[in-house]
């Protein structure tokens, strides 16, 4: 019985310095790569990928968001605000009300392409 340390063992090892060399020139730095990852958990919540692809179809208000996913206007307000500190939405004032869109394309661009993944 091997211990899980043996099982990961190289019984040959055989550095490829280039490629090695190639992929660490090309790596993004380490806050880079925590801020893409604090992205991605941003997409981890089912409410706020909803709240997105209710703005592909229109600019909304808080109001019109909640009636359309049957959740309170709290919560709603709630992840439109985790939503706009990620810079995925946009808001402006159309008198008293706020008005969200998407931030930019990007955001779409996202979510398509996770559709499609998930889709194949």
């Known amino acids: 019985m091997s211990t899980d340390k043996e099982a990961y063992q190289c019984d040959y090892i055989c550095v ?3 490629v090695v060399a190639h992929v660490k020139a090309n790596m993004p730095g380490e806050d880079a790569l925590f801020d ?5 958990k941003i997409f981890g919540d089912s409410t706020r990928i909803r709240i997105l692809y209710c703005l592909f179809a229109n ?3 808080v109001c019109d968001i909640a009636t359309l996913l049957n959740m309170t206007q709290s919560a709603i307000s709630h ?3 985790v939503l706009k500190r990620s810079k995925l939405v946009a808001s402006r004032r159309d008198g008293k009300t706020v008005i969200y ?3 930019d394309d990007h955001v779409r661009r996202i979510i398509d392409q996770g559709m499609e993944h998930v889709s194949e």
């Not at 893409?36 to 991605?40: D, K, M």
């Open 16 to 18: 490829h310095e280039d």
């Open 36 to 40: 893409l990852s604090e992205l991605f």
């Open 59 to 61: 600019e909304m208000c």
């Open 101 to 103: 869109a998407l931030a």
């Open 79 to 81: 992840q439109l605000a």
